[in-house]
């Protein structure tokens, strides 16, 4: 049984020497507010469709158990239709899980390592695909042998089989030398994630987290692996236990991000965002939008790391959560499943929004309403929440940013704010200025 007005910093253990440095989260568990165990399991019918309307409002209005939150998660990010059984829910997961074990096991056909409780931290091979006998990869790739009972000869790392390895056949293709050329980098990010949490002092905990970004990167070559995606997947393992799970889930997520982390060789993804932003300013707050630009700051890049790992860093694991679920809730789409399961929906919902939005009404989020109030107006896709969310963020602190006299002190207020923001506050803060840009835009 739990109060209300507890903490959910219990659900996710700081490890003691690092609470110091840790900031409090804000987050409290409501009775009558937040969505528990029991509210949850009786959103449900008998057949498992989900009252997903009056969930995204109590979502809203409380955020999720964190007993629950996985299972909640899962809905928000399309992994499920509302609309859907137990039954075909079911069907679905194991559909998944059986995909995932086989995208694993052609990971680890190609590098041992992957499955077996292990993984590297050390560049494996050259951009030419040659092998890099360092010994440090080779400890680790002896002891993932050991770890696995590894019997593929016994020579994974040998010159003349790495040259070899190309799914068991032939010389490995440009797909897989670009992948094992982010291996060692995934490895690198996973022992510095969220290594605050007693959750990472695991090593089991440390490798599933390599091998679900790992898999990831073979998956999704067109984005591989950046910096940054091992913030996005860390919760993922954290509140689902089984691996397979967690690896949609976090696939879910990227498909909202992806276009973040696709660089070309004139190009950062998140540009575009940095783009949305700095017009979102400049029509809610011009003054700041000037200043910023008189500063040099006009491409926004001090608010890069915001937009690429949504809020992570500026608040506690605890609110981070709490932000993401209410962000996820607001803007979501009861079109979302069927868009991700089949990509030409997504055209058929561009066309026909504005005569099913009266039908789509109850089941999508506040901000994604205020969308298709003003859908069929403009050509452009709307823009996503967490644009609005940085925005209210400079709002907020305008009269400070105003007064910097470089860039300097521009991220020097910014990262004065960890810790110290509301994450209810901000997406508050973000649905009005919604409105005034949905406004203002309108009549520029």
Same mark, same amino acid.
Request: hydrophobic fraction near 35%.
């Given at each position: 049984?739990?109060?209300?007005?507890?903490?959910?910093?219990?659900?996710?253990?700081?490890?003691?020497?690092?609470?110091?440095?840790?900031?409090?989260?804000?987050?409290?568990?409501?009775?009558?507010?937040?969505?528990?165990?029991?509210?949850?399991?009786?959103?449900?019918?008998?057949?498992?469709?989900?009252?997903?309307?009056?969930?995204?409002?109590?979502?809203?209005?409380?955020?999720?158990?964190?007993?629950?939150?996985?299972?909640?998660?899962?809905?928000?990010?399309?992994?499920?239709?509302?609309?859907?059984?137990?039954?075909?829910?079911?069907?679905?997961?194991?559909?998944?899980?059986?995909?995932?074990?086989l995208?694993?096991?052609?990971?680890?056909?190609?590098?041992?390592?992957?499955?077996?409780?292990?993984?590297?931290?050390?560049?494996?091979?050259?951009?030419?695909?040659?092998?890099?006998?360092?010994?440090?990869?080779?400890?680790?790739?002896?002891?993932?042998?050991?770890?696995?009972?590894?019997?593929?000869?016994?020579?994974?790392?040998?010159?003349?089989?790495?040259?070899?390895?190309?799914?068991?056949?032939?010389?490995?293709?440009?797909?897989?030398?670009?992948?094992?050329?982010?291996?060692?980098?995934? *490895?690198?990010?996973?022992?510095?994630?969220?290594?605050?949490?007693?959750?990472?002092?695991?090593?089991?905990?440390?490798?599933?987290?390599?091998?679900?970004?790992?898999?990831y990167?073979?998956?999704?070559?067109?984005?591989?692996?950046?910096?940054?995606?091992?913030?996005?997947?860390?919760?993922?393992?954290?509140?689902?236990?089984?691996?397979?799970?967690?690896? !949609?889930?976090f696939?879910?997520?990227?498909?909202?991000?992806?276009?973040?982390?696709?660089?070309?060789?004139?190009?950062?993804?998140?540009?575009?965002?940095?783009?949305?932003?700095?017009?979102?300013?400049?029509?809610?707050?011009?003054?700041?939008?000037?200043?910023?630009?008189?500063?040099? *700051?006009?491409?926004?890049?001090?608010?890069?790391?915001?937009?690429?790992?949504?809020?992570?860093?500026?608040?506690?694991?605890g609110?981070?959560?709490?932000?993401?679920?209410?962000?996820w809730?607001?803007?979501?789409?009861?079109?979302?499943?069927?868009?991700?399961?089949?990509?030409?929906?997504?055209?058929?919902?561009s066309?026909?929004?504005?005569?099913?939005?009266?039908?789509? !009404?109850?089941?999508?989020?506040?901000?994604?309403?205020?969308?298709?109030?003003?859908g069929?107006?403009?050509?452009?896709?709307?823009?996503p929440?967490?644009v609005?969310?940085?925005?209210?963020?400079?709002?907020?602190?305008?009269?400070?940013?105003?007064?910097?006299?470089?860039?300097?002190?521009?991220?020097?207020?910014?990262?004065?704010?960890?810790?110290?923001?509301?994450?209810?506050?901000?997406?508050?803060?973000?649905?009005?200025?919604?409105?005034?840009?949905?406004?203002?835009?309108?009549?520029?």
């Open positions: 049984m739990w109060r209300s007005g507890t903490s959910a910093d219990s659900y996710y253990q700081v490890r003691p020497e690092c609470a110091d440095d840790v900031p409090e989260s804000t987050f409290r568990i409501k009775v009558g507010r937040t969505l528990s165990a029991r509210k949850w399991k009786s959103a449900f019918s008998t057949e498992g469709y989900l009252d997903i309307g009056k969930t995204l409002g109590r979502i809203h209005h409380g955020g999720v158990h964190p007993s629950i939150r996985g299972e909640v998660w899962e809905f928000l990010l399309g992994c499920y239709d509302p609309k859907s059984t137990f039954e075909e829910r079911e069907q679905i997961q194991e559909r998944r899980r059986v995909k995932y074990a995208l694993k096991e052609e990971c680890h056909q190609m590098f041992s390592l992957v499955g077996s409780g292990k993984f590297v931290t050390a560049p494996i091979i050259t951009e030419d695909g040659e092998p890099i006998q360092d010994p440090i990869v080779l400890q680790q790739l002896n002891c993932g042998k050991e770890q696995a009972s590894l019997t593929k000869g016994n020579d994974a790392f040998s010159g003349s089989q790495m040259e070899r390895q190309s799914n068991g056949y032939g010389p490995m293709d440009k797909k897989e030398i670009q992948w094992k050329l982010t291996l060692h980098q995934i *490895g690198l990010d996973v022992v510095r994630t969220d290594r605050t949490l007693v959750f990472y002092q695991k090593q089991e905990s440390l490798s599933k987290l390599w091998d679900i970004l790992a898999v990167s073979w998956f999704d070559a067109d984005v591989g692996y950046c910096q940054s995606m091992s913030d996005l997947c860390s919760p993922m393992i954290i509140l689902l236990e089984d691996e397979a799970d967690a690896f !949609w889930c696939e879910r997520l990227m498909r909202r991000l992806r276009g973040n982390f696709r660089c070309t060789e004139s190009s950062v993804g998140v540009e575009a965002q940095l783009g949305n932003l700095a017009s979102v300013t400049q029509i809610v707050d011009p003054k700041l939008h000037q200043h910023l630009e008189t500063l040099g *700051g006009g491409d926004y890049l001090f608010a890069f790391r915001m937009l690429m790992v949504l809020f992570r860093r500026e608040f506690s694991f609110d981070a959560l709490y932000l993401w679920e209410m962000m809730a607001l803007e979501y789409d009861s079109d979302l499943f069927s868009m991700y399961e089949d990509r030409e929906s997504a055209t058929e919902k066309e026909g929004s504005k005569g099913k939005a009266k039908s789509r !009404w109850r089941q999508c989020g506040k901000f994604e309403r205020e969308n298709l109030r003003n069929g107006k403009s050509s452009a896709a709307p823009l929440i967490s609005f969310l940085v925005a209210s963020v400079l709002k907020d602190k305008s009269s400070k940013l105003t007064e910097a006299r470089g860039l300097d002190d521009v991220v020097q207020i910014l990262n004065d704010i960890t810790g110290n923001l509301d994450a209810k506050k901000a997406c508050m803060g973000a649905m009005k200025l919604h409105k005034k840009y949905l406004k203002k835009a309108k009549n520029t």
